[in-house]
């Protein structure tokens, strides 16, 4: 009997799906350029995944607009609402590298923020790259 029990739970629980399967859909690649102030935040910009849609985040980057050679780095940080995705190195060398992905987004709006960590005014790129997916029943 217990046999046939757990025959039954494994062909059951093969059987059926918590979730829909995932079917490539497209490569999304978002920039934004954003005026930072010294030890803030600014939102760069909103992006929304789709319903039946989900987005798997695999780069961001944060860097300065320079329109000169310039070899200091500022010490940015980009966040999706309130999840830190990537932090860049300062230029005192204390802030880490962070690099926090995959990172999976289900359907919805997300606020994309950048916190810059250094003194003064500067103009920054940042950019997400993600794969998008259809949830497919």
């Known amino acids: ?32 350029t954003t005026a930072t102030t010294a030890y803030s935040t ?10 039946g ?7 961001a980057n944060v860097y300065m607009v320079a329109t000169y050679p310039r070899t200091q780095y500022g010490g940015w940080s980009l966040f ?8 860049s190195k300062g230029a005192s060398n204390s802030i880490h590298l962070i690099d926090a992905f995959p990172l999976w987004l289900p359907a919805g709006t997300y606020n994309i923020v950048v916190g810059q960590e250094t003194a003064g005014s500067q103009t920054v790129n940042s950019s997400i790259n993600a794969i998008e997916f259809n949830i497919v029943p």
């Open 42 to 51: 600014t939102t760069a910009g909103v992006i929304t995944v789709p319903a």
């Open 1 to 32: 009997m217990k046999k046939i029990l757990f025959i039954l739970a494994i062909t059951i629980s093969s059987l059926s799906f918590a979730q829909g399967n995932l079917q490539f859909n497209q490569v999304k690649f978002i920039e934004y």
């Open 80 to 87: 999706i609402d309130n999840t830190l995705i990537y932090r």
């Open 53 to 59: 849609k989900v987005w798997k985040v695999e780069h």
